[in-house]
C-alpha cells in the first residue's frame, strides 16, 4: 500500500540543516533554505565556485571533508545532495537512527522527505508533490504561477502574463530578444541582433524545440522576481542551464530535477571559469540539440560578456535569443533610495566598470573625463580599486565633498547601503566590511530624495 505524503511548512529560522554534498544539487537547494533563515552546515570536501562564494560572505558553515555521524548533532534536517548511492544510504541512516527527516537527491524512495516543485509571489509560497514524478509537479507548479501572477497582480485578473499566453510583454521590453544564426548578426535597426521575438522562441510541446539554440537570459539585479516574464519562461523550457554566480539563487531551485546546470561562476579575483571555455560549453551542448539557457546576473550585456558569447555561438552557427534583463546600474541605486537622474539635480549618468584599476594600461575609461562630468557615475565591480578610482577622481578635479554610496546585494535580503562622501568612502566600505557585489554612486542625486 502506498501511502500520501503529509505536506507540511518548515519553519527553518535559525535551526540547523546539513547539505551533504556541495556540487550542482547543492547550489540549487541551499538558496532556499538560506531563504527559509536556516543555519546551514555543508559538509563536502570540495564547492562549486557559487557555494563558495557563500561561503566566503558567511552564508553558511563549511566543513571540508567527507559525512561524519556527528555531523547531524542539533540538526533538524538533512538533504544529501551526492550521487554516490552508497554514500547517500550511510548519512540516511544515521538521521534515520536521529528521527532526523532525509531528503536524498539519488534516490525518492529511500528519502524519508521530498521537495517539492515551488513557486513564490511576494508572500505566496506554492509547494507542488507530483506523487514520485517531477515533470508532473513542474506542470502543475507552472499553472500556479502564472494562475497567481493574473490574481494577485494590481487590479488582478485584467490581463494574462506573457508566459501564459506566448505574448512578449505589452511594454516590449521584457520581451525584446536578440537572434543570430549561421549566417551572423542581423537586426532590424542594424544593432546587434535585435529583432524583437521573432525566430526561436516556440514554446516547448506545441510547435517542438528547434535544436541546438541558446538564450542568454538576464536574470536581474538578485531578487529573483525581478527576472522578466520572457526569462522566466525561457528558463523553464531550458535542457541545460549555464550560471553565474550573480544569478538569484532561488531560481535555480525551480529548475527541473532533469536539467544540466553549469556552475560558471565567476568569484572576483578568485577561481574563475575561462570564458572560453564557458563558450564552449554552450556551443557543444546545443550542438547536441540542447536548449541552453545561460543565465547572466544584471544584463547580459553590461560587463556580463554576452556579446562574446553570441558570437561564439554565431560563428559556430548557433542560434540565440537575448533577452534583456534588470541591470544594477539603475536598480541598485534605485532599491537604496537613489535615482540616477532628477530633475534639477542630474540631466545625465555614467556607468563604468572599475575592475581594472585608474593606472592600469588595461583600463579603458577615461578616468579625467569622468572627473568632469556633471551627473550621476554608477561604478559596478569596483569595489577593490575604489581607494585608487575616488583618488583619481578627486585628482582631475572632482569635489572630495562629492555625495557617495555603496549598495551591496542590492535587492536581496541582504542588502547593504553605506552613504559617504567621496572623499571618504574608500576607507568607509573598508571599515563596514563591504564586499562584491556592490555597486557604487556618486554625485548629488545620492541625496536627492532625502526628506
Given at each position: 500500500m502506498t501511502s500520501n505524503p503529509y505536506p507540511l511548512g518548515l519553519r527553518l529560522a535559525g535551526r540547523r540543516v546539513v547539505v551533504v554534498g556541495g556540487g550542482a544539487v547543492a547550489t540549487r537547494r541551499v538558496p532556499a533554505l538560506l531563504d527559509a533563515g536556516a543555519d546551514v552546515l555543508l559538509v563536502a570536501p570540495e564547492l562549486t565556485p557559487a557555494l563558495r562564494a557563500r561561503v566566503d560572505a558567511g552564508r553558511l558553515h563549511w566543513?571540508?571533508?567527507?559525512?561524519?555521524p556527528e555531523d547531524l548533532d542539533g540538526a533538524w534536517l538533512v538533504q544529501v545532495a551526492?550521487?554516490?548511492p552508497m554514500a547517500a544510504a550511510s548519512v540516511s541512516?544515521?538521521?534515520a537512527e536521529r528521527r532526523i527527516f532525509c531528503v536524498r537527491a539519488d534516490d525518492r524512495t529511500a528519502a524519508t522527505a521530498w521537495t517539492p516543485a515551488v513557486t513564490r509571489h511576494g508572500p505566496v509560497t506554492v509547494a507542488v508533490l507530483g506523487g514520485g514524478d517531477p515533470r508532473r509537479a513542474m506542470t502543475v507548479r507552472d499553472a500556479i504561477r502564472d494562475l497567481l501572477a493574473v490574481r494577485l497582480a494590481p487590479g488582478g485578473g485584467q490581463s494574462r502574463p506573457a508566459a501564459a499566453t506566448g505574448a512578449t510583454g505589452a511594454a516590449g521590453a521584457a520581451g525584446a530578444a536578440g537572434a543570430a544564426g549561421a549566417g551572423g548578426v542581423t537586426g532590424a535597426?542594424?544593432?546587434?541582433?535585435?529583432?524583437?521575438?521573432?525566430g526561436v522562441t516556440g514554446s516547448a510541446g506545441v510547435t517542438g524545440r528547434p535544436a541546438g539554440r541558446v538564450a542568454l537570459v538576464g536574470a536581474g539585479p538578485g531578487d529573483p522576481e525581478l527576472i522578466t516574464v520572457k526569462g522566466w519562461r525561457l528558463l523553464t523550457e531550458a535542457d541545460v542551464v549555464v550560471a553565474d554566480r550573480l544569478v538569484p539563487g532561488l531560481l535555480l531551485d525551480e529548475l527541473r530535477p532533469d536539467v544540466e546546470l553549469v556552475d560558471a561562476s565567476k568569484i572576483p579575483y578568485g577561481p574563475s571559469r575561462a570564458q572560453e571555455e564557458i563558450n564552449q560549453i554552450l556551443v557543444d551542448?546545443?550542438?547536441?540539440?540542447?536548449?541552453v539557457v545561460r543565465l547572466k546576473g544584471g544584463d547580459p550585456y553590461v560587463f556580463g560578456r554576452g556579446g562574446e558569447e553570441l558570437l561564439a555561438c554565431a560563428q559556430a552557427g548557433v542560434s540565440v535569443t537575448v533577452v534583456p534583463g534588470v541591470t544594477s546600474s539603475i536598480a541598485a541605486p534605485s532599491a537604496a533610495g537613489i535615482p540616477v537622474t532628477h530633475r534639477g539635480v542630474a540631466h545625465e549618468f555614467t556607468v563604468v566598470s572599475g575592475h581594472v584599476a585608474p593606472d592600469s594600461p588595461a583600463s579603458l575609461v577615461r578616468w579625467e573625463a569622468m572627473a568632469g562630468l556633471r551627473g550621476t557615475l554608477v561604478i559596478l565591480m569596483g569595489l577593490k580599486n575604489l581607494a585608487a578610482i575616488t583618488?583619481?577622481?578627486?585628482a582631475h578635479g572632482r569635489s572630495?565633498?562629492?555625495p557617495a554610496a555603496v549598495v551591496q546585494e542590492a535587492t536581496t535580503g541582504a542588502q547593504r547601503v553605506l552613504r559617504s562622501t567621496l572623499g571618504a568612502v574608500a576607507a568607509d566600505a573598508l571599515a563596514a566590511d563591504l564586499r562584491?557585489?556592490?555597486v557604487v554612486v556618486l554625485g548629488d542625486v545620492v541625496g536627492a530624495l532625502d526628506g
Amino acid at each position: 500500500m502506498t501511502s500520501n505524503p503529509y505536506p507540511l511548512g518548515l519553519r527553518l529560522a535559525g535551526r540547523r540543516v546539513v547539505v551533504v554534498g556541495g556540487g550542482a544539487v547543492a547550489t540549487r537547494r541551499v538558496p532556499a533554505l538560506l531563504d527559509a533563515g536556516a543555519d546551514v552546515l555543508l559538509v563536502a570536501p570540495e564547492l562549486t565556485p557559487a557555494l563558495r562564494a557563500r561561503v566566503d560572505a558567511g552564508r553558511l558553515h563549511w566543513v571540508p571533508r567527507r559525512f561524519l555521524p556527528e555531523d547531524l548533532d542539533g540538526a533538524w534536517l538533512v538533504q544529501v545532495a551526492v550521487d554516490d548511492p552508497m554514500a547517500a544510504a550511510s548519512v540516511s541512516a544515521v538521521a534515520a537512527e536521529r528521527r532526523i527527516f532525509c531528503v536524498r537527491a539519488d534516490d525518492r524512495t529511500a528519502a524519508t522527505a521530498w521537495t517539492p516543485a515551488v513557486t513564490r509571489h511576494g508572500p505566496v509560497t506554492v509547494a507542488v508533490l507530483g506523487g514520485g514524478d517531477p515533470r508532473r509537479a513542474m506542470t502543475v507548479r507552472d499553472a500556479i504561477r502564472d494562475l497567481l501572477a493574473v490574481r494577485l497582480a494590481p487590479g488582478g485578473g485584467q490581463s494574462r502574463p506573457a508566459a501564459a499566453t506566448g505574448a512578449t510583454g505589452a511594454a516590449g521590453a521584457a520581451g525584446a530578444a536578440g537572434a543570430a544564426g549561421a549566417g551572423g548578426v542581423t537586426g532590424a535597426s542594424g544593432s546587434a541582433g535585435v529583432t524583437g521575438s521573432a525566430g526561436v522562441t516556440g514554446s516547448a510541446g506545441v510547435t517542438g524545440r528547434p535544436a541546438g539554440r541558446v538564450a542568454l537570459v538576464g536574470a536581474g539585479p538578485g531578487d529573483p522576481e525581478l527576472i522578466t516574464v520572457k526569462g522566466w519562461r525561457l528558463l523553464t523550457e531550458a535542457d541545460v542551464v549555464v550560471a553565474d554566480r550573480l544569478v538569484p539563487g532561488l531560481l535555480l531551485d525551480e529548475l527541473r530535477p532533469d536539467v544540466e546546470l553549469v556552475d560558471a561562476s565567476k568569484i572576483p579575483y578568485g577561481p574563475s571559469r575561462a570564458q572560453e571555455e564557458i563558450n564552449q560549453i554552450l556551443v557543444d551542448r546545443a550542438l547536441a540539440g540542447a536548449f541552453v539557457v545561460r543565465l547572466k546576473g544584471g544584463d547580459p550585456y553590461v560587463f556580463g560578456r554576452g556579446g562574446e558569447e553570441l558570437l561564439a555561438c554565431a560563428q559556430a552557427g548557433v542560434s540565440v535569443t537575448v533577452v534583456p534583463g534588470v541591470t544594477s546600474s539603475i536598480a541598485a541605486p534605485s532599491a537604496a533610495g537613489i535615482p540616477v537622474t532628477h530633475r534639477g539635480v542630474a540631466h545625465e549618468f555614467t556607468v563604468v566598470s572599475g575592475h581594472v584599476a585608474p593606472d592600469s594600461p588595461a583600463s579603458l575609461v577615461r578616468w579625467e573625463a569622468m572627473a568632469g562630468l556633471r551627473g550621476t557615475l554608477v561604478i559596478l565591480m569596483g569595489l577593490k580599486n575604489l581607494a585608487a578610482i575616488t583618488a583619481t577622481l578627486i585628482a582631475h578635479g572632482r569635489s572630495p565633498q562629492t555625495p557617495a554610496a555603496v549598495v551591496q546585494e542590492a535587492t536581496t535580503g541582504a542588502q547593504r547601503v553605506l552613504r559617504s562622501t567621496l572623499g571618504a568612502v574608500a576607507a568607509d566600505a573598508l571599515a563596514a566590511d563591504l564586499r562584491p557585489p556592490a555597486v557604487v554612486v556618486l554625485g548629488d542625486v545620492v541625496g536627492a530624495l532625502d526628506g
